[in-house]
């Protein structure tokens, strides 16, 4: 299974984004997906998730800012991104796990797409 991320780029504090993740390969069951990021010197951290009956949940830095979705005919996963911050500065990576059709259990990342929020 692989995920496909785009999306990122520059924009000014204050600004907006929209984030998505393509996932493709044999997939019977798509369960939860997410995003985190990853800034630089710091770990990876979950800044939004969102199960296959659509409930979420959110990092407290973003709640009220950013807005996860998803597609299930797609197997697309959005990240809405609102009053952007530099500290929101980083790289995003999508998450997706689930079933193959050979009823295999997969956890797969997407590649990251880089945000930079800059004046």
């Known amino acids: 299974v692989q995920l496909q991320a785009s999306g990122g780029g520059l924009v000014q504090p204050g600004g907006s984004l929209r984030l998505s993740c393509v996932a493709s390969g044999s997939i019977v069951l798509l369960n939860g997906m997410g995003w985190y990021r990853q800034a630089p010197g710091k770990q990876r951290e979950l800044v939004a998730a969102i199960t296959s009956r659509l409930s979420t949940n959110y990092a407290d830095s973003v709640k009220g800012r950013f807005t996860i979705s998803r597609d299930n005919v797609k197997n697309t996963v959005y990240l809405q991104m609102n009053s952007l911050k530099s500290e929101d500065t980083a790289v995003y990576y999508c998450?997706?796990?689930?079933?193959?059709?050979?009823?295999?259990?997969?956890?797969?990342w997407g590649q990251g797409t880089l945000v930079t929020v800059s004046s």
């Open positions: 998450n997706a796990e689930g079933v193959t059709t050979g009823l295999r259990a997969f956890n797969s």
